[in-house]
């Protein structure tokens, strides 16, 4: 079954500037879809989804050849690092998606909270 890489797309699009995601993060709002299915989909990004905002459940960029550039956009929209160079996930980590993604979705909101809940244990 192929996945709908629009909807990982349109669910990284609810990151604002200033937070952070995991690739766990988005995929644990997207019924089927996992963390590396979200890696690939960033691969097939559009040119205006801000792909820097998602990161590996450590907070470290990924391992890829634009790490560097994904660090100096995070800092330049004043994301906070640790010393060990990961994020900093208690100042900058995702809330959630809005109402607007949430109407959209048909996702149960309670069961969303409960998801969102966890992303920070």
Not at 51 to 77: C, F, M, N, V
């Amino acid at each position: 079954m192929a996945t709908d890489f629009d909807a990982i797309h349109d669910l990284i699009r609810e990151v604002p500037k200033g937070e952070v995601a995991s690739y766990g993060m988005i995929a644990s709002l997207l019924p089927g879809v996992g963390p590396r299915q979200v890696a690939r989909a960033m691969r097939s990004a559009p040119g205006d989804l801000a792909w820097y905002r998602i990161l590996t459940s450590s907070g470290a960029p990924a391992d890829h050849s634009g790490a560097a550039e994904q660090r100096r956009r995070l800092k330049k929209e004043r994301v906070a690092f640790k010393k060990n160079g990961a994020v900093d996930w208690s100042q900058c980590r995702w809330r959630g998606p809005t109402q607007k993604w949430l109407d959209n979705s048909g996702r149960d909101i309670e069961e969303v909270m409960e998801i969102i809940a966890g992303w920070k244990s």
